[in-house]
């Protein structure tokens, strides 16, 4: 479709943002039911932030955009309001305009717990977690991972501190589940790989090629199922060594499909088109 006065325009925001393939599985939806809508990727760098949200205000066919790495927890400042699970995960990966507000949103959790189902296999109910990062994406995989009944969760972070405050917020909302902040390098890790039953990496170690977790896998076990946040290189170090030991891995992709999925419905108001939307994404990581 045409670009014209009247496209509404989406945007992703993030620094760096070449790798995205978000812009093309968003413009195969929007072709696919014949929206008059485009989306397109904006590089902004952290200091330029206010101004982007202020643009957004200016624009009177904005439609709607999903934030990234590393904005999703500073960009709430500048919002007029947030929902309830943007709210209480500390995050926003997608920003909605309503009667000249600016709404923030998160559909990562909602995303991930989707990818966990249909292409992990799993129910988190009474799982036991270890997740690495406690930043934007690490608190909408946390916060869901709680919501829907895991046991025990394990965050480990290179910055303990950033750790303990997520782990402080989840356990005074989610009371029925244990949770435990460490630093990465802290002995109680290697426990905490031994026993998990999934294995999530939410920080963006893995993006460059060659770039390896500096973590101990030698206890994983081969009923653990290993996830990525990272759908660009398709497997990571982590997921390399993870199905080298004999575990199911599960890469970033479906997470990206079905939070897109979501912020489409948020964007647009009409159901998102899976396939035209999951063809997209294998076409952007066939040609990459």
Not at 63 to 74: D, L, M, S
Request: net charge positive; aromatic share 6%.
């Amino acid at each position: 479709m045409p670009i014209t006065g009247a496209t509404r325009l989406c945007f992703i925001l993030g620094h760096p943002i070449a790798h995205t393939l978000s812009p093309a599985m968003h413009n195969a939806a929007f072709a696919a039911l014949d929206l008059p809508y485009a989306y397109l990727p904006w590089a902004v760098p952290p200091a330029r932030l206010a101004a982007a949200a202020a643009a957004f205000r200016a624009m009177e066919n904005f439609a709607g955009a999903n934030v990234t790495v590393p904005h999703k927890e500073a960009i709430r400042v500048y919002l007029d309001a947030l929902s309830p699970e943007a709210e209480g995960i500390g995050a926003v990966n997608t920003i909605i305009p309503r009667d000249g507000r600016l709404v923030g949103h998160n559909t990562d959790g909602a995303g991930f717990i989707a990818s966990l189902r249909e292409g992990g296999g799993m129910d988190p109910r009474g799982a036991r977690a270890l997740l690495l990062g406690a930043g934007g994406g690490a608190k909408g995989v946390a916060y869901v991972l709680a919501a829907d009944g895991a046991a025990e969760i394990t965050v480990a972070n290179r910055s303990a501190g950033r750790a303990e405050a997520l782990v402080g917020t989840l356990s005074a909302r989610f009371p029925r589940c244990q949770f435990l902040a460490l630093a990465l390098h802290a002995p109680g890790v290697a426990a905490a790989v031994g026993s998990a039953d999934v294995l999530i990496n939410a920080t963006a170690v893995g993006l460059t090629p060659g770039e390896a977790l500096p973590l101990d896998l030698r206890g994983l076990r081969p009923t653990t199922l290993v996830c990525d946040l990272i759908y660009r290189p398709p497997e990571t170090p982590l997921l390399q060594a993870a199905r080298g030991k004999g575990c199911r891995v599960l890469n970033g992709l479906g997470m990206l499909l079905h939070q897109g999925a979501a912020a489409f419905r948020l964007f647009t108001g009409v159901d998102p088109p899976l396939n035209a939307m999951r063809a997209a994404l294998a076409r952007g990581l066939a040609g990459s």
